[in-house]
Each structure stands twice: as structure tokens, then as C-alpha cells.
């Protein structure tokens, strides 16, 4: 998306569940730097890093009283690591207001998970200027409930569990391939084989080079697990 017009800024309020005084700010928190002559995310991400960081750690002091510094810090960096802020971005549903060059859209640029956590941390920093913090906690305590249920093993994305399975058992790490491309610029179809030497193979499509990196890494994680334990 290039244009982010009245209705759709309106929609991405509603998927964020808050209402924004000066709508400008999420904008410029969904707008990517590659999209020249507009305020983009990355101061936004900086001031939203800060403040998802305080509010964690202040919500961790609080939900473990008993708890030793070093697994409070365990739990913190799983909460605010880049791979639970992209799972948090994609339930959310804000990739497609995402905007950016035409060029960076069609790489799935807006898809990427470092792109979904930083667009993740500008919008907390945008609803932190237009209301204050208590919407900000608010914002954080509703979206990251089920994180921190889930403990420091939530969200890991399967490029990151297939890493972590090779390096666990002393194998090279993954290696990707591009095999195939079909269909037009504006709808390609792109096909990857994920290989780890002495375990396996594994392909899979999809509409971007990383969609189908991560579901390679699925298939294979899948034909693993017979003998994985993660």
C-alpha cells in the first residue's frame, strides 16, 4: 500500500482498538522508510521500543513478586523479541496498511517479521504521544496477555526453531534456495527448499520469497519431529 486514505486509517483504529486524536501519528507509524517524502516509523519505533519496555518490566515485577532477576530478564526478552512483536503485528492484521515503495511491496518487504516488530513498537509509540501511557499499558497488557501465558518459548517462527533445532544437535545451519518463480510481478509465486545437511529436505510456495522460506521451514520442521524436542 502506497496510500493510506481516511478509511483506512479509520480500520486500522478499529483493529487496534483505539481511537487516535491525531490519526497523522499512526500514519507515520505505518509508514515505512522506504516511502520517501513521508514521516516514516523509525523515530515512532524508537520511543515505542522504550516504553513496551517499561511496561513489561513493570508488569513482570508485578505478576512475579518471588522471582529472581535473571528469569524476570528471561521472560522480558521473549516478550519484547522481535519474533512475538511480528506474531502480535499479523494478529492484529496491520501488514496490508503497511505502506511502502511499490518495489519493497512486491519483495513482501511488509511482511517481514523485523518490519512487523518495528511497525509493532511505532504504533505503541504513537498511541503513547496522542493519549499518554495508561492507553499505551492498556494497548500492551490486551495484546501481549497470551505471550505472557505462554512463557519464554512463545512465537518463535519456524526459520527460528529449525535454526535452533541444528545448532542443538551440532548441524550446519539451514540453507535456503530459491528453485522456481512463476506468475506476474504484480502476483509472483515463489517456490524454496530449505535443506539442513544429514537431516533433510523440504519445499514449499509462497506469494514472497520469505512466506515461502517459513513454510519450507514448517514442512520440514514437520517431517522432523518424530525426533524433535522443541
Given at each position: 500500500?502506497t496510500?493510506?486514505?481516511?478509511d483506512?486509517?479509520?480500520?486500522?483504529?478499529?483493529?487496534?482498538g483505539?481511537g487516535?486524536d491525531q490519526?497523522?501519528?499512526?500514519a507515520?507509524a505505518?509508514?515505512?522508510p522506504?516511502?520517501?517524502?513521508?514521516p516514516n516509523?523509525?523515530r515512532?519505533e524508537?520511543?515505542g521500543?522504550?516504553?513496551?519496555?517499561?511496561?513489561i518490566?513493570h508488569?513482570?515485577?508485578?505478576?512475579y513478586?518471588?522471582e529472581?532477576?535473571?528469569?524476570?530478564?528471561?521472560?522480558?526478552?521473549?516478550?519484547v523479541?522481535?519474533?512475538?512483536?511480528?506474531?502480535?503485528?499479523?494478529?492484529?492484521?496491520?501488514?496490508?496498511?503497511?505502506?511502502?515503495?511499490a518495489?519493497?511491496?512486491?519483495?513482501?518487504?511488509?511482511?517481514?517479521?523485523?518490519?512487523?516488530?518495528?511497525?509493532?513498537?511505532?504504533?505503541?509509540?504513537?498511541i503513547y504521544?496522542d493519549?499518554?501511557l495508561?492507553?499505551?499499558?492498556?494497548?500492551i497488557k490486551?495484546?501481549?496477555?497470551?505471550?505472557?501465558?505462554?512463557?519464554p518459548?512463545?512465537?518463535?517462527?519456524?526459520k527460528t526453531?529449525?535454526?535452533?533445532w541444528?545448532q542443538?544437535?551440532?548441524?550446519?545451519?539451514?540453507?535456503?534456495q530459491?528453485?522456481?518463480?512463476?506468475?506476474?510481478?504484480?502476483?509472483?509465486?515463489?517456490e524454496?527448499e530449505v535443506?539442513v545437511?544429514?537431516?533433510?529436505t523440504a519445499?514449499a510456495?509462497?506469494?514472497?520469497?520469505?512466506?515461502?522460506?517459513?513454510?519450507?521451514?514448517?514442512?520440514?520442521l514437520?517431517?522432523?519431529?518424530?525426533e524433535?524436542?522443541?
Open positions: 500500500m496510500i493510506l486514505d481516511e483506512s486509517l479509520r480500520r486500522a483504529q478499529d483493529l487496534l483505539y487516535f490519526p497523522d501519528l499512526l507515520a505505518l509508514t515505512h522506504s516511502l520517501g517524502g513521508a516509523y523509525q515512532l524508537f520511543l521500543d522504550r516504553v513496551l519496555g517499561l511496561v518490566s508488569w513482570l515485577y508485578e505478576t513478586p518471588d529472581a532477576e535473571g528469569k524476570l530478564n528471561r521472560r522480558f526478552t521473549a516478550l523479541r522481535k519474533e512475538t512483536l511480528a506474531h502480535i503485528a499479523l494478529a492484529l492484521g496491520l501488514a496490508p496498511f503497511i505502506r511502502l515503495e518495489g519493497a511491496q512486491a519483495e513482501g518487504t511488509h511482511e517481514a517479521p523485523g518490519v512487523l516488530a518495528d511497525i509493532c513498537e511505532a504504533v505503541i509509540g504513537a504521544l493519549g499518554g495508561a492507553p499505551a499499558q492498556h494497548f490486551t495484546h501481549w496477555s497470551a505471550s505472557m501465558k505462554n512463557g518459548q512463545a512465537y518463535r517462527d519456524a526453531a529449525l535454526q535452533e541444528a542443538g544437535r551440532g548441524l550446519p545451519l539451514p540453507c535456503y530459491l528453485v522456481g518463480r512463476t506468475g506476474p510481478d504484480h502476483n509472483p509465486k515463489f524454496i535443506s545437511k544429514e537431516a533433510g519445499r510456495h509462497g506469494p514472497s520469497k520469505r512466506q515461502a522460506e517459513q513454510q519450507a521451514a514448517t514442512h520440514l514437520e517431517k522432523l519431529a518424530p524433535r524436542d522443541i
